[in-house]
């Protein structure tokens, strides 16, 4: 298995959002996290991005099953994951959990680093910079 993980520009997202993953044809997982002037928030994302997929692909739900609910009925909400109708929503969860227990170790404060993922997927020239 081949895992990729790399930073990019908001707008080299596939779609707003602070982490994305997906499947190359050759079957490469590729995490993509937003960049941040404060190293810990995009190493924060890419482990929720990796505990998801691999629970979605441990509990059998396809890549193609959480694009199509992120970019058709969750397009809108803040955060698709959170919905309960998500199919990947228990995922989810967990991952944030797992994301929420590494930000206490390397000393995030939580409600800084949640405002800079929100900003950080909007196309905004003046969103905040991590503290």
């Known amino acids: 298995m081949r895992i990729v993980i790399e930073t990019v520009k908001p707008e080299d997202q596939r779609y707003p959002t602070a982490g994305d993953w997906y499947y190359e044809d050759d079957g490469t997982l590729v995490i ?17 991005e990796l505990v998801e997929v691999q629970l979605c692909r441990h ?24 919905d309960a109708r998500a199919p990947y929503f228990l995922e989810h969860k967990l991952a944030t959990m797992v994301e929420l227990w590494m930000a206490k170790e390397l000393g995030v404060e939580w409600s800084s680093y949640d405002n ?16």
């Open 32 to 48: 993509k996290v937003n960049e941040a002037t404060n190293w810990r928030y995009p190493i924060l994302v890419a482990l929720h």
């Open 59 to 82: 509990h059998g739900i396809t890549q193609h099953v959480v694009d199509e609910f992120d970019m058709g009925e969750g397009k809108d909400l803040d955060e698709p994951g959170e």
């Open 116 to 131: 800079w993922c929100g900003w950080s997927c909007i196309d905004h020239k003046d969103y905040p910079k991590a503290e």
